[in-house]
């Protein structure tokens, strides 16, 4: 078994890289990613977490899997807003460069 020092170290490394994604990159899609990263970073350590709840009348505690579902849904609409922009956007300016998302104001 993995100990829980390690999945959250993971979880913080993963976060750590889609911060730096958004932060760096200019392109749009990859900043979604970037995005998508930190999503998949938080529900590994949401699991991790769930580990430690302790177990009640035998049962294990679904905590931590009631969360990641929850940042699914999130996640998924995220990506069908966030594309819906980015097709927008290159449609109107043949680019996907963040400085370019400012000139869709009317």
Known sequence: MVPLEHVIG???ILFAIGILGVVVRRNLIVILMSI???LNA???????FNRMWPVFG???SL???VFVLM???VAAAEVAVGLG???ALFRNRDSVD????SLLKW
């Open 10 to 12: 993971l979880s913080a």
């Open 36 to 38: 998508e990263l930190m």
């Open 42 to 48: 938080t529900n590994l350590a949401f699991v991790g």
């Open 58 to 60: 035998g049962e294990p």
């Open 63 to 65: 905590d931590g899997q």
């Open 71 to 73: 940042v699914i849904t």
């Open 85 to 87: 922009i980015v097709i």
């Open 98 to 101: 963040v400085e370019e998302a």
